[in-house]
């Protein structure tokens, strides 16, 4: 069974620095999806960014970078110039690519980042 | 396009009655999965389904809890005789498929509040 590890309960920032929250996984499979949600006091999980696990180069989505380091099975998610809108809980999340198997979601159990004037 | 329907958005139940939660996918998407997600906790995978069919129900406790997913009309998840431990927030993501079709996109959750 896959697992998601994210070690960091809590993080804190700065307005406009960067900060990185990481993530491990332990899967066998070699073709897979890895995920960050973030989860706002409203609870709605919005979809940050996804990486396929076939693809090297690592995603971006503006402020929202990933280092995806396969090897080690890790996937951190870097946030850049921070702003009070990001303060939320982040949710790794990973998913089969087999499309023999159901693809549920397996999560992590979150990191707490707040963002500070 | 509107996006993942659920309601209700807050349900109270006293312990021993049942609970109905609703989830209409995305317009085009045909699999719906159920997470729960505890106080403080990430979410949980429960169950997975297609129209008509349930494909994947490791993550369901073995009783009281049952999902659908009727050919007409939303997915429901059903907890019956409800206890205090069920009180959490549900979370309905529907996907147009699996593997690389997979993209799952949640909607607003149902609180379930069990007094």
């Known amino acids: 069974a896959q697992t998601v590890t994210q070690s960091q309960p809590e993080m804190s920032v700065q307005e406009a620095e960067t900060v990185t929250l990481s993530c491990t996984y332990d899967t066998s499979e070699s073709d897979y999806y890895l995920f960050w949600y973030k989860q706002p006091p409203s609870r709605q999980m919005i979809l940050v960014i996804r990486?396929?696990?076939?693809?090297?180069q690592n995603a971006t989505e503006n402020r929202f970078s990933v280092n995806f380091q396969k090897a080690a099975k890790s996937f951190s998610l870097k946030i850049s110039d921070s702003q009070l809108g990001d303060a939320a809980m982040y949710f790794c999340?990973?998913?089969?690519?087999?499309?023999?198997?159901?693809?549920?979601?397996?999560f992590g159990t979150g990191t707490r980042l707040q963002v500070t004037l | 396009n509107a996006g993942v329907m659920q309601n209700p958005r807050h349900l109270v139940r006293r312990r021993g009655q049942e609970a109905r939660l609703r989830c209409s996918p995305m317009?085009?998407?045909?699999?719906v999965y159920w997470y729960r997600q505890l106080p403080e906790e990430g979410l949980k995978f429960m169950v997975y389904l297609q129209k008509e069919n349930i494909i994947d129900e490791s993550g369901m406790p073995k009783e009281r809890f049952s999902a659908e997913f009727p050919k007409e009309g939303p997915s429901i998840l059903r907890i019956q005789q409800v206890v205090r431990g069920d009180s959490a927030a549900y979370f309905c993501?529907?996907?147009?498929?699996?593997?690389?079709?997979?993209?799952?996109?949640f909607g607003p959750g149902t609180r379930l509040t069990v007094t």
């Open positions: 993501a529907s996907s147009r498929g699996s593997g690389g079709l997979g993209e799952q996109y």
């Open positions: 317009k085009g998407h045909s699999h």
């Open positions: 999340a990973y998913r089969s690519g087999d499309t023999g198997t159901a693809s549920k979601l397996t």
């Open positions: 990486q396929e696990a076939y693809k090297q």
